[in-house]
């Protein structure tokens, strides 16, 4: 399974637009790249998932280059609500013995 | 549509003691995952099951047991409990082997060992 590198912790002002990279290096061709948030004493929600170039959803962006070896979360305009904390997935998306292996997240702080 | 339901909320036990979690899956989802949070880190895999057959398992000691029942729910059972097993567990719901990236997290237990 490809290992994923991303940051522990971001701020952000309300309005801005904030962008968490990801990195995985080792990632494979069947491999998609998935986006999960999770707000304190709940469990992770799904956000967006692509396989290459740019997927847009109403939540966020996820931005992908060429080489795949790492990925651009984009949440346009965040409000206090987004505070949470985002995971970046990497794995197939179909087949057995292939469970989401989740980081450390990176936890972002929208300050008002 | 009902979402990912899990009972209890919150449990506390104390070490050697057995626990069982239980999760109801989302209407229409055959597949249920089991995973541990421990407080700052993300959830670790425990262990998946695909219509009432176990489909992979992460590292976890034997004393980690479940089932699926003919309606998809499932039970999370953890033997000898040990302080380290304090963690919030969560359940995940797919709607098959096909959708193992977009899973329907429920609230968790907060199971906590003294």
């Known amino acids: 399974l490809a290992k994923t590198t991303q940051p522990i912790s971001m701020d952000s002002y309300e309005g801005q637009e904030v962008n968490i990279t990801c990195s995985h290096n080792?990632?494979?061709?069947?491999?998609?790249i998935t986006w999960y948030q999770q707000f304190p004493s709940q469990g992770p929600r799904f956000i967006i998932q692509?396989?290459?170039t740019k997927v847009t959803n109403e939540v966020a962006s996820l931005f992908i280059p060429a080489d795949r070896k790492s990925s651009t979360l984009s949440l346009p305009r965040v409000s206090l609500s987004d505070t949470a904390v985002y995971y970046c997935l990497v794995g197939e998306s179909y087949g057995r013995d292939t469970p989401l292996v989740f980081g450390k997240g990176t936890r972002l702080s929208v300050i008002a | 549509e009902t979402g990912v339901t899990q009972s209890p909320t919150h449990l506390i036990k104390t070490r050697g003691q057995q626990v069982t979690l239980r999760c109801s899956s989302q209407?229409?989802?055959?597949?249920v995952s089991w995973y541990q949070q421990a407080l700052g880190q993300g959830p670790q895999f425990i262990f998946q099951y695909y219509r009432e057959e176990k489909n992979g398992r992460g590292n976890f000691p034997p004393r980690f047991s479940g089932l699926q029942f003919p309606n998809y729910s499932s039970e999370l059972n953890v033997n000898a409990l040990e302080l380290d097993d304090s963690a919030l567990y969560l359940c995940?719901?797919?709607?098959?082997?096909?959708?193992?990236?977009?899973?329907?997290f429920g609230p968790g237990t907060r199971l906590t060992v003294l």
């Open positions: 080792n990632i494979a061709t069947n491999d998609y």
């Open positions: 995940a719901s797919s709607a098959g082997l096909a959708d193992l990236n977009e899973q329907f």
């Open positions: 209407s229409g989802h055959n597949t």
């Open positions: 692509g396989y290459k």
